[in-house]
């Protein structure tokens, strides 16, 4: 089993609702054992079109899928809670981000671990470390 970070956002609809929707999900996916989640941040978008105000946050998970799988499984649950691919950096239901998966170093084509923009986004970062104390 491999110890994985998750980024998990919502700026449409019950915000609130999408997460606690997106964590279930996950949690209950077999070869998933959710191990702790940080706090929710609200937090301004980040380039793209104008749009709302983000919730963000971290999740830890312990899991056997492979990287590749994993990914598939995220965009699985983004598509449940209603995620249209319209527009780049756009507003979105659910966003989930592989942030790191082990010690794993991943360069792919749809696949980049750890995730390129972790250093620039303050609410990964804070996430990242608030679970890191608890641990």
Known sequence: MTICYIGIGSNLGDRHKNIGKAIQSLGSTKGIILKRTSSIYETEPM????????????????TDIRP???LGVLNAIEESLGRKRTVKNGPRTMDLDILYYGDEIIAEDNLVVPHPKIEQREFVLKGLRELKRAE
Not at 47 to 62: A, M, R, S, T, Y
């Open 47 to 62: 380039g793209g079109v104008p749009q709302g105000k983000f919730l963000n946050g971290v999740l830890e998970i312990e």
């Open 68 to 70: 590749k799988e994993l």
